[in-house]
């Protein structure tokens, strides 16, 4: 499959904004679609992740209640929604997806995904 991120910008905190990734290809049913992120001088972290059949969702206790990840089967995109944003939310957004990715202890790592994103950076200024 192809992604492709967009949405970032600079906001405020406290702001809000939403993130969204552009799906193409082939038929993403057994698909877990994900977004991590980056900050400046950071590794890569897992945000939130979806698993396209049945929208069964989990996320990253740093972002849990506060974002909200999504998709719309019919556009083919996937979303992530973020509030309350914070500094420390700051960095390159990326989404990702992997066909048939078992929910175990390692499906939170970058190194289980094989199709990426450009990413799309959030600025959370204070």
């Known amino acids: 499959v192809q992604l492709q991120a967009s949405g970032g910008g600079f906001v405020q905190v406290g702001d809000s904004l939403r993130l969204s990734c552009a799906v193409s290809?082939?038929?993403?049913?057994?698909?877990?679609m994900t977004w991590f992120r980056q900050a400046p001088g950071k590794t890569r972290e897992f945000v939130a992740a979806i698993k396209w059949s049945n929208g069964l969702k989990h996320y990253a206790d740093s972002v849990r209640g506060l974002f909200a990840i999504s998709r719309d089967n019919a556009k083919n995109t996937l979303y992530l929604q973020l509030n309350s944003l914070k500094p420390e939310d700051t960095g390159v957004y990326y989404c990702?997806?992997?066909?048939?990715?078992?929910?175990?202890?390692?499906?939170?790592?970058?190194?289980?995904?094989?199709?990426w994103g450009q990413g799309t950076l959030v600025t959370v200024s204070s």
């Open positions: 990702a997806a992997a066909e048939l990715l078992e929910w175990g202890p390692n499906f939170r790592s970058p190194s289980e995904y094989d199709s």
């Open positions: 290809g082939r038929s993403f049913g057994s698909y877990t």
